[in-house]
Each structure stands twice: as C-alpha cells, then as structure tokens.
C-alpha cells in the first residue's frame, strides 16, 4: 500500500509535506499519512512561532537595554539567551490567581484564545518556495480573520477580571484594535490588486520588485495600523502602566500571564513574517530555491527590529490623539493609497491583464511622489487637530482676595 | 482538484487542533505543577481580592465609559462592510473593465462622504 499525490494536486508542490506524506503511506493508509504529514508541519510552525517568541522576548529586552545605554538580560547563558527559559520556568512555578467574582470559564478560556489564532495565522505564510501548511487562495483574508479573533481575547480579559482597571484596558483596547483595523485592511487592498491574487506565495511571486517600493504608502500604513493592533508602543494605551495598571491582563498571574506574554512578543513575530512577505518578498532573493528560509528570516528580522525602534524611539501617545492618528490621518492615507493604485493598474495594465516589471516601476516612481505629497498635506491638516483642547486657566475673581488661578 | 481544496481546509483544521492543544495543554502542566506541590497555591481572601494598587478594593468593575466608543464603534462597522465588498473586487480588478472601477468608486465615493461628514460634525475628536 503506497499513497502517491498526483502532480496536478495543489499538495504536491509543498516538498515536507509530500516527503512525509509518502513515507508514512508506504506502510499506512492513506488517511492516516494525510493526518501525519499534517501533524508533523503543525509541529514544525507551532514551534516555528513559540520559539520566535522567546527569542523576540530575549531580543526586545536586549536591543531595548542598548538603546537605553544599559545592558539588558545577560546571565543566563551567552549574551542571556537562556533568559526566556528561565522567564517559563519561573512562571510556571508562581502561584496562579483567578480573583474573586471572576467569570470562571471567560477568565481560563482567554490565554488559550490568546495564543491559538497567531499560532494559526502562520498556516497560510510560504517561509520558503511551496512551504506553506495551506497555500490557500483567500491567504489575506484567512490573516485578517484569524487576526481578529485576538480583539474578542482581550475584551473577555477584561470582562471576566471583575476588576475596574482591566474592564478600562479592555474597553481601550478594543477601541484602538477597531479603529487601526480599518487603515490596515485598506493598505493590504493594494497589495492584493497589484497581485490579482490573495494567497500568499503568489503575492510572493508577484514581487519582481518589492511592494514596499511600489506601495510606500501602503507599508507605512501598515506597520503604523499593525504596531497599534499588536498593543505596542507608542499605541499601548490598553495597558498603559502609568494609568490602569496593566490593562485587560491585570488579574493574570503565573502560567497564564506566561500565555499572554507570549502571544504578545508572538504577534511581533507572525506580524513581521506577514510584513515580511508582503511587502519585503518574503522569501524571494537570490539562490531563493536553497537559501528563501534565509531571506525570509532575514526579512522577517528587520521587520521585528523596526517594532522595537519605534517602541525606543516614541513616547506612548494618549487616546484622543490615537484616534485622531488613525481616522484622521491613516485612513485617509490608506484611501489615498487605494485610489492611486487602482488608477495606476487600471492605466497600465496590458491587454493580457498582467503588470510588467517596467509597470511596477512606473507605480514606485509615482508612488513615493504621492506618499511624500499626501504625508505632507494629511499631515498638516490634522496638525492642530490632534492636540487635545486642555480648559484654558480662567481668572476667577473673589471678592476680598486675590485673583486666583483655577483650571 | 476539488477534494485537494477541501484538503487544504482539512489540514488547517488539524492544525487548529494541534494550536489550540498547546497553550491548554500548558495550562495543564500548571494545574499539574500545584496537584505536586511544586507550585504554591493557597489563595486567601486578601490574595483573591481585585488588584487596586494596594489598597483595599471598592466598588465593582461596572463602571460608566465613554460614550465616544460607540460612534467608534458605528463607523468601524460600515468601513469594514465597504472592506469586505473590496476584496473580491479587488482579486479580480486587473481583469476587469471601466464600468467595474466606475461602479466602485460611485459605492467608495458615498461611504467617503460619510465619513467627511463625520470629521466635519467633529465625531471623530474624543475631546467634546
């Protein structure tokens, strides 16, 4: 008994997962090999993002330390790469807390609903020539649903906690989560046009030269409204120390604040892989037949070390102005962006309906004109719109004293 | 070439499975860690009231909030229907001919109205 994929199956391409597929069918059937191989690269992209998370933890806490001249985790093992293990360790044994009143079930359910959907979000991502779980043909649209599956999370963090603060960090959170969803999908719609296609490893395809330089604004777009969609600074409002504790994850303790940490350092790690593949080529480079896992990687790396560089380098801005950022400014860049683009494939296009390589560098060449234009003029229009109006102080005259300042 | 697609669909399912299975299945080493006494686990009443920086906790979580998150709220609703008649459209774009742009642009032109006159009915500031 030997199961064999027929050449024309969309399976067949994905190298692992026939290798495994035809080993274990020599002496299974062929259910079970199908179940095996599937298994077997579940394995692989579960640790794929759970180590990814680690190291992100370890990385952040060390490129932090250097851009706030001190040194960061450095005793556990060389340059403290060790430091996530004995983070694990150290939580596993804490004692875990579920405080009183909480709704049992929502409060337990929240970490492993934390985690799964970015573990998931990895299903659809090519890290080399024809390796994606499921090469889906909705790729984007699987992301962006997936995705959003973390905003109901937190909301259940924050409901179920029986605690002010988190049900403040909660309502924030999903505000922001909400409003910065918009300008995202938006940016990914050119990405999507210009590849005639949502599956991934086509968009990857597609890329003779990178989108992030056919679509700057775009990008932009993007690595703005994901910085926001991932909680990080300077978007972090949701668990902003200074002002509610630490948000919706405030009542969470030992194992499962372990689970929420990761999904958070995860999600910089699956975000910048998405990032990475649309926008940077994912894994196209050259020798991209032996070498894309490197270039992926290496993409992916940047991507990550540009979110760490915005959290040094930004102070934590307030809400009304997170707001403001993203209808006033980022939607319509997005929009911008759709606009240019659609006109721009519909202009140039040939008769056959593909896009040359000449084409895309028209698109870039036009493009970085209209991102530098619209920048500057959604930029200066919400200039004085995104600073708060604060009570100016008003003279108050008492009879007999003073005059005092009240504000 | 039909039944591969839905085994496409299969396999995410399975990995499905497999992530869900992971962060559970850590959750169960904890409960497993305190079953053997490795990990504490003596809650008082002190330790299991809601965290208040300290001091003793009053109150519920039941608070009033903004208001403003509502109008949010609205308008992420309509953007994200408008997103979701985008997509397909978007796929199949490069094929298509002048009355298709037309046409959307006429249904992205209303919904943008929209939203200008949000910005200029202020709804879009959370100050006032």
Known sequence: MSCQLASDSILYANGIYRLVYEIVGVVLPCWVAYAIAGLVFAFILVNAVLLGAAVITWGERRVLGRFQNRVGPNRWGPFGLFQPVADLVKLLTKEDLRPEGSDRVVFSLVPVLMVAPLILMTAVVPFARNTALASLNVGVLFILAVSSITSVAIFMAGWSSNNRYAMFGAARAVAVLISYEIPVVLSLLGVVMVAASMSLGTIVEAQALPFFLVQPLAFLVFMAGMSAELNRSPFDVAEAESEIIAGYHTEYSGVRFALIQAAEFGGVGVVAAIAATLFLGGWSGPWSEYLGWLWFLIKTGIIVFLFIWFRATYPRLRIDQIMAFSWKFLLPLAMVNLVVVTLEVFLLRGDDGVLTHTDLAIMAAINLAVTVIAIAVFGNLIKDRVTFRTRQPQQVVVPGVSTIEVS | ?128
């Not at chain 2, 860690?33 to 979580?61: D, M």
């Not at chain 2, 609703?77 to 046409?103: G, N």
């Open chain 2, 1 to 128: 070439m039909l039944e591969d697609y839905f085994r496409q669909y299969g396999l995410i399912a399975i990995f499905a499975v497999v992530a869900f299975a992971v962060p559970t299945s850590l959750l169960a080493a904890s409960w497993l860690l305190s079953r053997l006494k490795i990990r504490p686990q003596n809650p008082t009443p002190v330790k299991l009231e809601p965290y208040e920086c300290g001091v003793q906790t009053i109150g519920g979580p039941w608070n009033q909030f903004n208001f403003r998150y509502y109008l949010y709220a609205i308008l992420f609703v309509i953007f994200d229907v408008e997103v979701v008649f985008l997509y397909p459209w978007a796929t199949r774009f490069i094929s298509f001919e002048l009355f298709a742009l037309i046409e959307m642009a006429v249904f992205v032109g209303i919904l943008l109205i929209g939203w200008a006159y949000a910005w200029r009915k202020r709804d879009l500031e959370w100050g006032n």
